[in-house]
């Protein structure tokens, strides 16, 4: 079955319930009805799991890089070769068609491959001395163990974007799935301990944020946390780790911007614009959730996004755009937000409501919403919905465009379309976000590219890419003296 009724922790290579025996309702987001029971993991399951995690890596630490990197290898062509099958997990814990799951798969499998090589490429640096005799070097050593906790909006892509470059760097790791996504993490722990990962060197701890995750944050054993999540929940984790001095990176949430100025080709500018805003139902960091567009061609493009908009099928066949929100909880917030900024001047365009037709009625559906007249310091401009909502904003010109891409707390992507060399590099350079695009979709980065924020998108440290080494190793500087008397 791709999906149990079940769902229990990954604990030093075993299935294992939570210590206190609870479980969680786990619900399917495309029909609403109840999918599974999941471990509702505290403090001691989180406890089992670092002590395993701890227990293991050294031996994991000892095995070279080169040959860590050959085990990673594994564990992708395991998840190719079982592609369709992991891809149906991804699909049934989100409710986006199985296309997609695969798609997601696929990407997970590229930044095994890319980490996996890393192990070839683990560099230090040698560094010139101004002592007579002195070599001095830097070399990558392990942090420990690594506390990883993940959202649900791409399952196993948000898995491989932290496991793999943990893993071929010689830590440890428990992970905290997301509770919405949590049967991706444990397909995956399962594949790499067939694929030959010693048991105990990757574990799965499922449950809630606050009794599962903040207990892996406060553990002194965790000597690294990665969290992939809200800004909300990125501030409360930086407050504990700094208590602690604990090194933590955080890839937090966006409200990004997708210029259209009047040299666009705006059936393109369109086509990327329906993407960036809703596709994975607007589940994304990276999503297109302001369109900033110049005045000559606001109307026409207006015309024609909410005619794209309304063309999109909703559902989890391969043949639809779109799948449901993950929860009863998110989809609720937005369509509270959507309401308080109808109340205060927006004007809706495009969906707002539930879809409550016999297909799609029991589901989390939200129909892809598109407001205007939304005045930018409104908190519908500022604050991240985290679904298929778009608002958008006229400009009467390149400058101002800028400047509202720039209004606001978060700075994670950002995009233009224009036909303009100079226009699109100049918007590159005065943008504040860590990815920055021109003529396509604000879209995120692939394995081997650094992806990340500004502002309340994160705190400065980039993954995966070569850089997420720097977040799951710590440099270690060695001085050799050659002595001339021993010559
Ligand atoms: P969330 O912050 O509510 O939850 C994310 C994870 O944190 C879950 O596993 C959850 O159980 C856990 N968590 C919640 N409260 C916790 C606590 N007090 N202590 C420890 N862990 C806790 O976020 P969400 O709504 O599930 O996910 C959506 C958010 O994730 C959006 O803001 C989105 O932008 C962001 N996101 C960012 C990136 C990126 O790379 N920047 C990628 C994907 C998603």
Redo the contacts with the bound molecule.
């Keep these: 079955m791709t999906i149990p009724g079940i769902l229990d922790n990954h604990i030093g290579g075993s299935e294992v319930a939570a210590v206190g025996g609870e479980r969680i309702e786990k619900f399917d987001p495309h029909s609403g009805a109840l999918q599974s029971r999941i471990a509702r993991s505290g403090a001691a399951d989180v406890d089992a799991a670092v002590q395993a995690a701890r227990a293991a890596q050294p031996g994991w630490a000892a095995v070279p890089a080169v040959q860590r990197g050959q085990i990673l290898h594994r564990i992708a062509n395991l998840m190719e070769a079982r592609a369709e099958e992991l891809g149906a997990v991804v699909a049934g814990e989100t409710g986006k068609s199985r296309k997609e799951g695969m798609g997601e798969v696929g990407a997970a499998v590229q930044c095994a491959r890319f980490f996996a090589g890393e192990g070839q490429r683990l560099f230090g640096r040698t560094i010139p001395s101004g002592t007579p005799g002195k070599l001095n070097l830097t070399v990558r050593t392990p942090a420990g163990v690594a506390g990883l ?6 399952p196993i892509a ?1 898995v491989a974007w932290k496991l793999f470059p943990a893993l071929i760097c010689g830590n440890g790791v428990v992970l ?5 996504t949590p049967f991706t993490a444990s397909w995956t722990a399962r594949a790499a301990l067939e694929a030959g990962l010693p048991p105990g060197v990757f574990n799965v701890v499922h449950g ?3 009794e ?3 207990p ?2 406060t553990h002194d054993l965790v000597d690294v946390v990665s ?8 501030r ?2 930086a407050e504990l780790a700094g208590a602690r001095l604990k090194k933590i990176s955080l ?4 409200k990004n911007p997708l210029v259209v100025m009047d040299d666009a080709d705006l059936d393109k500018a369109v086509r990327w614009a329906v993407l960036s805003a809703f596709s994975n139902a607007g ?3 990276a999503a297109g959730s302001r369109i900033i567009l110049h005045a000559p061609i606001y109307d026409a493009f207006v015309e024609k996004f909410v005619a794209a908009t309304a063309a999109l099928k909703l559902g989890n066949g391969d043949g639809d755009d779109l799948g449901p929100v ?1 929860n009863a909880r ?1 989809l609720g917030n937005m369509l509270a937000a959507i309401d308080a900024a109808k109340g205060r001047g927006a004007r809706l365009l495009s969906g707002g409501s539930r879809l409550a037709d016999q297909d799609h009625a029991g589901g989390y559906y939200l129909a892809p919403t598109i407001l205007d007249q939304v005045d930018p310091a409104d908190e519908i401009s500022r604050t ?1 919905l ?1 679904g298929p909502v778009t608002c958008l904003y006229r400009v009467e010109g390149f400058d101002q465009a800028v400047e509202l891409a720039n209004a606001g707390p978060y700075g ?1 992507t950002a995009c233009i379309h224009t036909r303009s060399v100079d226009r699109g590099l100049l918007f590159c350079e005065r943008v504040r976000a860590g990815v920055t695009v021109i003529n396509a979709g604000t879209h ?1 980065s692939e394995a081997h590219m650094p ?3 500004r502002g309340l ?2 705190n400065g440290s980039r993954e995966p890419g070569t850089e997420a080494l720097d977040v799951y190793s710590e440099l270690k500087n060695i001085a050799l003296n050659a002595d001339p008397a021993q010559t």
């Design positions: 906790i993940i959202a649900a909006n791409t948000n905290k799935a997301a509770e919405d809630l944020g606050a599962a995750g903040e892996l944050v969290f992939t999540g809200s800004t909300r929940v990125g409360r984790l890839e937090l949430g966006g589940q994304r960091c993950i998110q991240e985290f994670l995120g992806f990340g924020g998108s994160g």
